[in-house]
């Protein structure tokens, strides 16, 4: 079964030299973009809303990631890098473009990759895998997110997709 439409979720890597890095995002404002920002790959143990997302289903195998702290919503910038993947942004939920859609065809495995999405009509993939490129930037601590490969060739597009828990008060 496909993730509970609206349910919030956790996505974390699962290449194992990135194991505890969990999707996230942030307010670092993104390519000089007033209404986009960065969305990386952060430590599990930081616990944060900005680490949860909820699935809105478009169709039957699509879905938008909305971030529960945010708003907004997970999508495919068109800016390369040098490896030819594309980085990936958060941006208002309400542009609603197709950026913004994206596939988990393996949904239900220990782990999935998730595809940006070219034509939801026509179900055409671009090879635009959601990925943490295993680079951790020294200050932050966190790793750049992109649609392909990483940026050392590293292909780590398997995620581990969990029902966010509300802890008891």
């Known amino acids: 079964a496909y993730p509970q439409d609206r349910g919030v979720y956790t996505l974390t890597s699962t290449t194992a030299w990135n194991q505890q890095l969990m999707l996230q995002d942030t307010n670092w404002v993104y390519a000089h973009h007033p209404l986009a920002r960065d969305v990386v790959a952060s430590p599990r143990d930081r616990q944060t809303a900005s680490q949860q997302w909820r699935f809105i289903e478009v169709s039957e195998e699509h879905f ?4 529960v702290e945010t708003g ?3 999508q495919r910038t068109g800016n390369a890098n040098g490896s030819g993947a594309t980085r990936v942004a958060s941006t208002p939920a309400s542009w609603n473009s ?3 859609i994206w596939s988990i065809p393996d949904f239900g ?3 999935s990759s998730i595809y940006a999405v070219s034509n939801p009509a026509a179900g055409s993939f671009d090879d635009g895998r959601l990925v ?5 930037d020294p200050t932050e601590g966190v790793s750049e997110v992109q649609a392909g490969l990483g940026t050392n060739g590293v292909d780590a597009t398997s995620w581990l997709i969990q029902e966010h828990v509300y802890p008891r008060a």
């Open 72 to 74: 907004r919503a997970l």
């Open 109 to 111: 495995e220990r782990s």
């Open 64 to 67: 938008r990631f909305i971030n």
């Open 132 to 136: 943490s490129d295993g680079v951790i």
């Open 98 to 100: 197709p950026e913004q």
